[in-house]
């Protein structure tokens, strides 16, 4: 059952929402997103695209498509700017803490506890969780190449882009795919862009020298926090400029960030290599963003600051990069795409990001989730609850953990 009325399209126009309607909505997202970047951004468009309509489908791949261009968590750099949409720099602020909050919690808890996640029913309660990722990303997949891929030109373009990913790997696969998607575009895409009206439901209340601001304010950190560290010997300024740089200088999202973070955290010797592994492994437990995995780094520091002070200096320095590069990209981003010549490639673009969730949807999504006959039809009930009986996520989720932890008992009796 759907658990209330959609807001109407016009909301999708402006800034019209409060704070704290964002914050409760991505603090749900926060507790339910299992999955990885991939599967968070499918739980986006159920969320705000299907259920809120505080964007439409189009503009969503164009915000998409941004963020995946820029260094940082794609799904945390998407859920920013649709706070931002919503609900101006208080949303924005919402959004982050609402969808990052809860997967830090949990990581330093169990920095704290040192305990893990053992037996079939907890194993089989996680791997259900990978089952529902499957239904939500081939959920936002089927709806995306729908809104996005209407003609034969676009769906040429995203099957064209799940080749390149699936050829390349990897990021360098994803850039390739965007910029083909966009060359192709300006050659195929023209007439079906023409008609396209120039709004897509995306507005954002930051101005050309606020998006200065923050870009300069990214440079001054990256330059001028490992001069500081060097000369000034504080460890709470090492701390954030490691975490800051690792934030900065990582495309793809999470995973790509594992080996800058081992360089700079252990090989210094500030955590061990068996915590920062079983810290890795916890991360996947948890929902959120794994970008999170930092406060779980944080908290186990050696030596000061550690703790809370830890976990909350490193979090924040780990996300700041991206969220300011963001910032920055998007007033200029939004009057560049505005203009009649941009349409065509952009059209391309976003028929290429339908094609890049498609093929993420194979492969990490669905190997990692459906080893087993019954796996598939966990994940074939799932995707009925989200299609046929337009059963919200989160409850996807309950319906996910609980098939994936009875067949775990099954199996072990």
């Known amino acids: 059952m759907n658990p209330g009325p959609a807001e109407p399209p016009e909301t999708a126009s402006g800034s019209q929402g409060a704070a704290g309607e964002v914050l409760v909505a991505f603090l749900k997202l926060g507790l339910t997103s299992f999955g990885g970047p991939i599967a968070h951004l499918g739980y986006f468009r159920e969320e705000f695209v299907a259920r809120r309509r505080w964007i439409d489908d189009r503009g969503y791949a164009d915000l998409v498509a941004l963020c995946q261009f820029l260094p940082g968590p794609a799904s945390s750099q998407v859920g920013f700017a649709l706070g931002l949409q919503r609900a101006g720099a208080k949303g924005a602020l919402a959004a982050w803490v609402g969808f990052t909050l809860p997967s830090a919690i949990l990581l330093v808890l169990f920095a704290w506890s040192a305990g893990a996640i053992a037996g079939p029913l907890g194993l089989g309660l996680l791997h259900g969780l990978k089952v529902a990722a499957v239904a939500i990303v081939a959920q936002a997949v089927w709806g995306m190449a729908r809104a996005l891929c209407p003609d034969r030109q676009r769906a040429g373009i995203a099957v064209a882009a799940v080749v390149i990913v699936t050829v390349l790997g990897g990021v360098s696969g994803q850039f390739a795919a965007i910029l083909a998607g966009a060359l192709a575009g300006l050659w195929l895409c023209r007439d079906e862009s023409a008609g396209q009206g ?93 970008f999170t995995f930092a406060a779980f780094l944080g908290a186990l520091l050696e030596p000061a600051p ?45 028929a290429a990001v339908v094609g890049i969730l498609g093929a993420a949807l194979y492969d990490p999504v669905w190997t990692a989730a459906i080893r087993r006959p019954e796996d598939f039809a966990l994940a074939l009930v799932c995707f009925a609850a989200l299609t046929v009986w337009k059963s919200p996520p989160w409850i996807v989720v309950l319906i996910a953990a609980a098939g994936g932890a009875g067949l775990a008992l099954l199996r072990s009796s």
């Open 306 to 350: 550690n703790g809370i002070a830890g976990a909350a200096l490193a979090l924040v320095a780990i996300f700041l990069p991206g969220l300011l590069l963001l910032t920055g990209a998007l007033p200029f981003w939004s009057a560049l795409r505005a203009r009649p010549r941009i349409r065509a490639p952009m059209a391309g673009v976003n």
């Open 198 to 290: 120039q709004d897509a439901g995306l507005h954002f209340p930051v101005s050309k020298a606020a998006g200065v601001a923050a870009l300069a304010v990214f440079a001054l950190l990256l330059v001028g926090l490992p001069l500081l560290a060097a000369a000034v010997p504080m460890q709470a300024l090492a701390v954030v400029d490691a975490f800051y740089r690792a934030g900065a200088l990582v495309f793809g999202g999470g995973h790509v960030v594992l080996p800058l973070l081992e360089a700079e955290i252990v090989a210094p010797g500030w955590v061990s290599a068996d915590a920062f592994l079983a810290g890795y492994g916890a991360a996947q437990a948890v929902p959120g963003p794994l």
